[in-house]
Each structure stands twice: as structure tokens, then as C-alpha cells.
């Protein structure tokens, strides 16, 4: 049966998606494997394209195939109760629209490759790739979920070194290995049809095979020498004089019930499920961590106080602060105050709004007043939490509403951490903690995290609601996404889910607790506080932003290249 050279480049783009779809969670550590040779068949399949348009279709397929496998659960296809059309629309377009910003790093290597050769656009493919994912986390269209790093959070020991680089670092190796197995492929193909070459020419491609595959061996092998090394150390934990105890909540309620649920329903949930989780608890407990949007709506706006001293009045009884996932809300009155620019109008035309999905840390203070702190998240979901451009285009705002409290959310501002009043050394020295609460989608921006770390946070916690995407591959990479996190900046994290996964993960990456999804649950844990900080929370993404700045300037250089060929050609005629 004869093979044609379009079946060929379709088949070696599929196997490339299929690789490269894999690589995430669930799959575990072998699926991360997948992901140091995904991008050789794509490699292979471009190397005889004609045209940039046939690199762009042969790499939208594989990326296509990607994005079908490790994020299909976007649509809510197996959301538990109700199936939202909103959600099923929102996965049909991430599914075709998606692989459009993907092929960016590969068109431009297929553009540089066809401008100054194979080996020149080779030594710029990690550098752009780098440069792409680090744009593609900024934006109101960011959306990185399918980052490269994120392959490899099951490979503990592996990972270890992106306290210095972060995550984009561990991108750049891996596109590095891509590329090493990829040219001793070349290589191999070249030695089998070199039987009529000069045994000397011969002689350099087996030099320069040997020298790849050293290359390539140093490459993996390095990185978990290190890697084994940090895990058998002992750990900064260890040394820690400082500990926080959290409770972390799980009420596992279905998220459509909360939305349509009575509020005081919903907190009174909430209030059950941590006197439960604390019923049997003899030591006590500094901090209840409850899940995002466990409040569902804003308790701290004048017409709520007695709500407001109701949660008060239950932080007293349980004699705990508590870090909640809320609504937060602020109102302008035309002629009285200063509108902002992003507020939103009501229906009464001198009323104006602005809200955001927050968490709020309510405690007493050392005197004993009632008080909180809040933050207002700042990474939102691409047209689930905020319309993008939203802000330059107004009416865009009343195309996109999805009926369950979300949509429109305002975007927060600041790095500023929680500091929680607590009693440290057996409980009876005053003492405060630092932390930082990511909502949800936010823990996936290293970028955005390791600013909170740098301005003093010694925890990390995370608290969000997964409940909408049901017992797919959604919540799962949600999860160990954070171990990154974690390496990254050496802190422990916290994280609290509606319905599951909950989890603590330690300041190398391992998984300290979990639970299981779809069930009510709780954990309590003594977290170590850690002030030291990495290179990488202190210097940031000393690759990224150089790879992103370098890509752009390659972007530019082969356009203007392109239009100089273009009207040499049209002034010859």
C-alpha cells in the first residue's frame, strides 16, 4: 500500500498530539515522559512542508488533537447534575480556537528554518516556544494551562531546579531534549543513506551523533541528580521554628446548588462542615480555610450586617479565624462619588458598581475587634469569569453572561499578603503569619504567585471550585499544577476545593494530603512558615522575559525580511 506524503505528515501530526495530550495529568509520570519526544513527529512532519500555510495546518491538527485530550473537560461534558450550554460552547470554541494561538512558537521556527536554515531555527525553537507561553500568560486572553511545564509535575525529583529558573526553565529543557532526539533521528537517517560519502564526512556525523547524545544524557541525567539530591536533603521544614495548624474544608457542594441554593442555606453549610471537621480536634487550630465562593454573596455591603455578625459571631464560637472564598462588592452614587472607570451600571441610571471573586480573612484583632482583610482576584478565566476587552468595549459585557453569579467579575489590583494574628510556640506567644490566597485559575501563573511570595508570603494557599467540571481531568490537573508552585518558591501550599481535590503539598513538591473528589472532607494539617526565598521568587523569569523579548524581535525581523522579498519580486516584474 503506498503512503503518500500527505497521510504521512497527518499521521506524524496526530501522533504528535497524541504524545504531547498525554503528557498532562492524569496520565502520571509516564504520560510526563511523553512530552521529551512529543514534539519530534511534529518536527518530522514539517521538516518537507512547501509552504508556511501547510506548517500551519499540519500543526494545527496536532495541536488540536492536544487540546481534545487535555482539555475536553472545559465543555462540562461530564459536569455532575447540570450541563450548562454556556460551558459546552465555551469547550467547543477553546477546541477550535485554541490550537490558533498553539502553532504561534512552530510557525515562527517554520518561518526561520525556511529564512536561515534548519540548524539556526533549531537553536531559536526553545527560545521561542519560551518567549510564546510567557506572552500567552499575559492578557485578557491568557490562558496557560498547556504550558509545557506543566507535563511534569508528577516528576518530583526532575523538576527540583526551577527554584532557580521556574517553570519556564523546565520549558526550556524540555523543548531542548525535544530537539536533541529529534537531530540524532536526523543524524541516523543521514549515516544510513551515507554509503557513498567520504568515510571522513562519515566520520563527523558519528562525532557529532556522539556529541548529541552526551548532550542529551546531561541534559535528563543533571536535573535529577539535583533533583534526588533536594529530596534526600533534609528539608528548610525542618529547621522551621514557626508553624501554622489550618483546617481545610471541603463541604462538597454541588456548585449549580449554590448559585440557586437560599444564602443562608449555603453558609450554614459551610458552618457545619467545620464545627464537624473540628469536632474531634484536641489541639485547636489557627485558621479554617474554606473553598472559593463558599459565601456567595457580600456580606460586608451595608444591607448585610446581620449576615456580617452572624460570621463573626461564628468565628468567636469556633475561636479560629477563617479564610473564605467571596463575592466582594462596592457601589458609586452619580454626583456623590468618584466613578471608576470599570464600574458597571444598574438599572437605577445614578447607580454604579464594581464587584470581584475574592477571599476574605475575617478575625479579631489583638484588641479584640472584628475584623478583615481582603483580595480581590486578578487572573480571570477568559469569558467564564471576565470579557475580554471587555473595558475597551463595553456592549461586549451584555453578549457574554453565564447565569450562575459569573461572567463580569471586576479584575483586582496589588500583591499584598494576609498577615494572620496567631499564637505560635505551643500557642502562647503572639505571633503573625504571612500568606497569600491564589483563587482558583490564578495558580497556574508562576509569574503572578511569585510576586506575592517576593512581598513576604510564608504560605501559599489556594482555594477554588472545580465542582463544575465533575470527575474529568479538569480538577486533577488543577491539582498538581500547584506542586510547581510550590518548587518554585519553596513555600508549602494549601488548598482547599469544594469538591475536591483538597490538598497540602510541601515546599519539594510532595504531596502531603489529598482527598478525593465528591466527598465531604476535611484536613488538618500543621504547615511550617518559611520566610527564605528562592533565586527564581527573588530574580523571577530571568529566561522568560529575555526568550519573550527575543521572539518578538525575531517576529519582527522575518516580517520585514518577508515584505523585502516581496517587493524585490514585484518591482523585477
Known amino acids: ?23 498532562f495529568p492524569p496520565f502520571g509520570i509516564v504520560g510526563g515522559f511523553a512530552a521529551f519526544v512529543a514534539l519530534v513527529p511534529l518536527l518530522i512532519a514539517i521538516e518537507d512542508t512547501k509552504r508556511l500555510r501547510d506548517a500551519f495546518s499540519t500543526t494545527y491538527l496536532m495541536m488540536f488533537v492536544v487540546t481534545l485530550i487535555a482539555t475536553y473537560w472545559v465543555g462540562g461534558w461530564r459536569g455532575e447534575g447540570q450541563v450548562d450550554p454556556f460551558l459546552m460552547v465555551g469547550g467547543v470554541a477553546l477546541a477550535m480556537v485554541h490550537p490558533l494561538f498553539l502553532v504561534i512558537p512552530v510557525l515562527v521556527y517554520d518561518a526561520a528554518r525556511r529564512r536561515f536554515g534548519r540548524r539556526s531555527a533549531l537553536v531559536l525553537l526553545p527560545i521561542v ?24 509535575t508528577y516528576n518530583t525529583a526532575f523538576i527540583q531546579f526551577i527554584e532557580y529558573t ?3 526553565g523546565l520549558s526550556f529543557v524540555i523543548v531542548i531534549i525535544n530537539i536533541l532526539i529529534y537531530s540524532l533521528f536526523r543524524q541516523r537517517k543521514i549515516l544510513g543513506l551515507a554509503t557513498t560519502v567520504a568515510l571522513h564526512t562519515v566520520g563527523g556525523w558519528k562525532r557529532r551523533r556522539l556529541i548529541l547524545a552526551s548532550a542529551l544524557v546531561a541534559l535528563i541525567v543533571l536535573p535529577y541528580c539535583y533533583g534526588f539530591y533536594q529530596l534526600g536533603q533534609s528539608s528548610i521544614t525542618q529547621n522551621a521554628t514557626r508553624s501554622l495548624r489550618i483546617a481545610i474544608i471541603q463541604p462538597n457542594i454541588n456548585p449549580w446548588d449554590k448559585w440557586s441554593s437560599g444564602t443562608n442555606q449555603i453558609t450554614d453549610s459551610m458552618f457545619r462542615s467545620t464545627r464537624t471537621a473540628l469536632a474531634n480536634l484536641t489541639a485547636g487550630a489557627d485558621l479554617a480555610l474554606w473553598p472559593e465562593t463558599a459565601i456567595t454573596y457580600p456580606i460586608t455591603q451595608p444591607w448585610r450586617k446581620e449576615d456580617l455578625r ?37 438599572n437605577d441610571t445614578s447607580l454604579f458598581y464594581r464587584d470581584w471573586n475574592s477571599s476574605m480573612l475575617f478575625y479579631f484583632d489583638r484588641s479584640g475587634k472584628p475584623t478583615y482583610q481582603r483580595y480581590h482576584k486578578q487572573m480571570l478565566v477568559p469569558f467564564g469569569e471576565h470579557v475580554p476587552f471587555v473595558d475597551e468595549l463595553p456592549i461586549l459585557g451584555e453578549w457574554f453572561k453565564w447565569g450562575v453569579g459569573l461572567g463580569s467579575w471586576n479584575r483586582g489590583e ?37 510576586k506575592f ?115 524585490k519580486k514585484n518591482d523585477a516584474v
Open 166 to 168: 521556574g517553570s519556564y
Open 414 to 450: 496589588g500583591y499584598e499578603v494576609f498577615t494572620l494574628p496567631f499564637y505560635g510556640q505551643q500557642r502562647t506567644q503572639p505571633d503573625t503569619a504571612k500568606l497569600c490566597t491564589m483563587v482558583c485559575y490564578e495558580s497556574v501563573y508562576p509569574s503572578y504567585l511569585r
Open 129 to 152: 516556544w519560551v518567549g510564546f507561553e510567557y506572552w500567552h500568560s499575559t492578557g485578557d486572553l491568557s490562558f496557560p494551562w498547556l504550558s509545557l511545564f506543566n507535563t511534569q
Open 453 to 567: 511570595v517576593a512581598n513576604g508570603a510564608e504560605i501559599i494557599t489556594i482555594i477554588t471550585n472545580d465542582g463544575w467540571y465533575g470527575n474529568s481531568s479538569g480538577p486533577y490537573q488543577h491539582n498538581r499544577f500547584a506542586v510547581l508552585r510550590a518548587v518554585e518558591n519553596r513555600r508549602w501550599v494549601a488548598r482547599c476545593a469544594n469538591t475536591g481535590i483538597s490538598s497540602v503539598i510541601d515546599d519539594k513538591g510532595r504531596f502531603v494530603n489529598e482527598t478525593e473528589v465528591f466527598k465531604s472532607a476535611s484536613i488538618i494539617k500543621e504547615i511550617p512558615l518559611i520566610t527564605s526565598q528562592t533565586l527564581y521568587t527573588q530574580y523571577g523569569d530571568v529566561i522568560a522575559l529575555p526568550s519573550f523579548w527575543c521572539t518578538a524581535i525575531c517576529i519582527v525581523v522575518l516580517v520585514l525580511m518577508r515584505l523585502l522579498s516581496t517587493k
Open 310 to 346: 452572624n460570621m463573626f459571631s461564628f468565628v468567636s464560637q469556633i475561636g479560629m479565624p477563617v479564610l473564605t472564598g467571596i463575592p466582594d462588592r462596592e457601589e458609586y452614587v452619580l454626583g456623590r462619588d468618584t466613578i471608576p472607570a470599570d464600574a458597571k451600571k444598574t
Open 1 to 23: 500500500m503506498l503512503i503518500t506524503s500527505d497521510t504521512k505528515t497527518r499521521s506524524l501530526a496526530l501522533l504528535a498530539g497524541f504524545l504531547f495530550g498525554i503528557s
